[in-house]
């Protein structure tokens, strides 16, 4: 039997959202036990629909694969202390409150750290724990603006726009599983664990790799292309007789090719587009003539010719398209798992058989697990959880 990477770690999930459900699904796919702490009336985004699964929304169901639900009321001193004796079991802890906002409940790095010298604990804000911005909230699309991404998205003759899906929550998460992982081997070498401050703000902007470092080399900000590409030409999208196709030319040969295939031979030799600096150089007088002979056929037409010619090509797909593509179910993409309303299908982890160990696990229902981990991880007997369900400091299935 395949033992997966992460078992026998715990994790203690005490946010909320996406960044951080998205960094613990990460590790419950891995292999780790993750105890997701959500206040009485549940994680946000168990609304945040339609479209809803049951009571839950699809938002919630994409970041919470895997874990053990349990509902405790922070505000309540007992329920407070429930979770401060889970963090002291826990190997890492990841948390999304805002700066300062634990130690209220007893459960800062500086207060788990007494009681459990190894744990790792995550803070993930908007901003980090310092600096001028620090008591400042963290949403995605506040951080695409910050750190230029909506500047540079859209049409050139646009307004600014947002990425369509949360990226910067999910690179912080992936951010924060990251040094989850290095945190854990530095404890294996050092029996030590630590703090990881992590903010959207930095990650946003590292993000930003090609783009960011471009505009401090030359000090200027790249201006909106769309699908074009600042260094790149040709390397967009193109209207067809009945949709859109994206090429990636990487070089010059591929130019060729392009050109070739496009009966735009001459093209190719024109001195104003041999290179790849020439047509960067020329992009608008290149680009109309582009245009003009993508114009001709039809999207599937031409994504068998390139893609026959070894130009990189495809179709503009929306996402159910996506979700349908053959490569998707190759690559064992959609993962069908068992729900109280039936099967429903969730979006596979990329890593693949490394990362299957909460494959078969739906998300979790708003306390189903409230009742098994306090027995299991705190030796509390059925009256106890009891009382502490009475008297509101948890909430039982």
């Not at 929304?57 to 889970?86: E, I, M, Q, T, W």
């Not at 700066?99 to 800062?108: E, F, H, P, Q």
């Not at 593509?325 to 039936?342: I, M, N």
Request: with cysteine; proline share 7%.
């Amino acid at each position: 039997m395949t033992v997966a990477p992460l078992a026998g770690i715990r994790v203690l999930d005490l946010s909320r959202v996406l960044a951080g459900p998205y960094c613990t699904q990460v590790l419950a796919d891995l292999g780790a036990e993750v105890w997701k702490v959500e206040p009485p009336t549940g994680d946000d985004t168990r609304g945040w629909g339609p479209p809803f699964v049951g009571e839950d929304a699809a938002y919630f169901l994409a970041a919470n694969r895997g874990k053990r639900s349990v509902a405790v009321d922070l505000k309540h001193p007992d329920g407070a202390a429930v979770v401060a004796d889970l963090a002291a079991r826990a190997d890492v802890v990841v948390e999304n409150f805002k700066v300062g906002d634990l130690a209220r409940y007893g459960l800062a790095y500086e207060q788990v750290r007494a009681r459990n010298p190894g744990v790792v604990h995550v803070s993930i804000t908007g901003y980090g724990q310092t600096g001028p911005r620090a008591s400042e909230p963290g949403y995605d699309l506040v951080m695409q603006a910050m750190t230029g991404l909506l500047a540079m998205t859209g049409p050139a003759d646009g307004d600014p726009a947002r990425v369509g899906v949360a990226l910067v929550d999910v690179l912080t998460g992936m951010h924060a599983a990251t040094a989850v992982l290095a945190a854990l081997r530095q404890r294996d070498a050092t029996g030590e664990g630590q703090h990881v401050d992590l903010a959207l703000f930095d990650v946003g902007l590292a993000s930003m790799v090609n783009v960011a470092q471009a505009a401090l080399v030359t000090g200027t900000s790249p201006r909106r292309r769309g699908s074009a590409h600042p260094s790149i030409v040709p390397y967009q999208a193109f209207a067809t007789a009945d949709g859109d196709v994206v090429v990636a030319v990487g070089n010059d040969r591929q130019f060729a090719r392009l050109c070739e295939v496009l009966a735009v031979v001459g093209l190719a030799t024109d001195p104003r587009f041999v290179t790849n600096a020439d047509r960067v150089t020329h992009r608008d007088e290149l680009v109309p003539l582009l245009q003009d002979a993508f114009a001709a056929r039809t999207t599937g037409d031409w994504v068998e010719a390139l893609g026959a010619a070894g130009v990189p090509v495809a179709p503009v797909n929306d996402v159910a398209a996506a979700l349908e593509d053959p490569q998707t179910v190759h690559r064992d993409l959609r993962w069908s798992v068992a729900t109280p309303t039936g099967p429903v299908e969730l979006l596979g982890n990329p890593l693949g058989p490394l990362a299957g160990a909460a494959r078969d696990s739906a998300p979790p229902r708003l306390g189903a697990d409230t009742r098994e981990v306090l027995r299991d991880v705190l030796g509390l007997d059925g009256a106890a959880v009891a009382r502490l369900a009475d008297d509101g400091a948890v909430v039982i299935d």
